[in-house]
């Protein structure tokens, strides 16, 4: 079999945190040719991580503007990357997730003809608008997708209630990958980034930043973090602002007098990860930051309605604490003073998989291009 030529495409810190380790199996394999192809989003973000990974894009759509928008993101990657596929011609296009520039990647693949493989597919909320526009931006992908790498069983009954069953493999999360793998170091030190930090404090990492979030329901997330450190005058939360002007324009007005809530810049995963792992508790509104809990058994509560993770609350490290003030400082006091508490949500099985998922993807591929010769047959 002629080398599979495989183009992973991604923009965001967060799909390339998943996407990298992916892409270092892949060319570990003769059987690939990789073509790495990034958007340009967030570029300082973006590229901390593939720095860390030492991935070198081949192409760079470079797409960054000023004010950029979901319709912008959407016409400048369709209308950049159409040039690379014409050129490159690859096999296979490989997507990561729900973001935007999953979404018009896969749209523009399908342009062109060319199958897509949806890495961490299957994942649904059931609610068009929360998370807004990804629970959207999956269905899409969904339906122009040619092979699915899934997480877990329940994202295999998700895809079969909407009659998807072909080409469907259980891989477990790459963001499992680039925790046990490539980021948590026993010896990190903490101080690069916090450099009064003390022992004795006990740690809560926060991120807080989606579109759905923004405004109203922000804000009461940044006034539980003011109460949460108020009463509890052990704790120390770091929370990384995302570059984003609408949240920081939130978050900074209402959190920078306070002494115990350290507001930094967005940080690498090898930073994050390791903050996370010295954490005793997760406040988010990220996905995968959602994984990193499981994986490094830390309570997480997770400051949105609803997740599409739903396996991370059945288990039991994780549960819904909304955007409502008084709740989240609720479950917040019940996790920081009830050990019993505490310690059955930091018990809990990691659902997510077991690290190897870019293996089981790359096994995937070879066995989808052994069945469909040259990957043109869905």
């Known amino acids: 079999m002629n080398k599979i030529k495989v183009m992973p495409i991604f923009g965001t810190r967060p799909d390339a945190i998943k996407m990298c380790p992916l892409v270092l199996e892949l060319k570990k394999r003769e059987e690939f040719k990789t073509v790495v192809c990034v958007t340009g989003q967030h570029r300082q973000m973006l590229h901390s991580v593939l720095d860390l990974y030492r991935v070198k894009p081949d192409y760079d759509l470079d797409i960054m503007r000023e004010a950029q928008t979901i319709e912008t993101i959407t016409s400048d990657v369709l209308e950049k990357l159409a ?218 509560v997770v400051l949105r309605r609803e997740t599409e993770r739903p396996e991370g609350i059945e288990c039991g490290v994780a549960v819904l604490g909304g955007t409502d003030k008084d709740r989240i400082v609720k479950i917040t006091d019940t996790l920081l003073n009830d050990k019993k508490a505490y310690e059955k949500m930091a018990n809990a099985k990691n659902p997510y998989g077991d690290g190897n998922s870019s293996k089981y993807i790359a096994d995937a591929l070879t066995e989808y291009f052994t069945k469909n010769v040259g990957g043109n047959k869905k």
């Open 83 to 300: 040039p690379v596929l014409q050129k490159e011609k690859p096999d296979i296009v490989l997507v990561h997730g729900d973001t935007t520039t999953a979404f018009a990647s896969a749209l523009s693949a399908f342009y062109h003809k060319i199958p897509v493989g949806h890495v961490e597919a299957g994942l649904r909320s059931y609610d068009i608008y929360s998370p807004y526009p990804e629970e959207m931006n999956r269905k899409l992908i969904s339906a122009l997708t040619n092979i699915f790498f899934i997480p877990t069983e329940l994202c295999r009954e998700q895809l079969r209630r909407e009659n998807i069953t072909e080409n469907v493999y259980v891989t477990g999360n790459t963001e499992i990958d680039a925790v046990k793998k490539y980021t948590v170091r026993a010896d990190y030190d903490i101080k690069s980034i916090i450099p009064d930090y003390d022992e004795n404090w006990r740690l809560i990492f926060v991120t807080a930043h989606r579109r759905e979030n923004l405004g109203a329901p922000l804000e009461n997330i940044c006034m539980a973090l003011k109460t949460i450190a108020q009463k509890h005058r052990d704790v120390m939360i770091v929370y990384p602002v995302h570059l984003n002007p609408a949240v920081r324009n939130t978050v900074f007005p209402l959190l920078s007098d306070c002494e115990r809530i350290k507001l930094i810049d967005p940080i690498g995963p090898m930073d994050a990860h390791n903050i996370i792992a010295k954490s005793e508790l997760l406040l988010t509104d990220s996905g995968g930051i959602q994984e990193d809990a499981a994986a490094l058994s830390i309570p997480c």
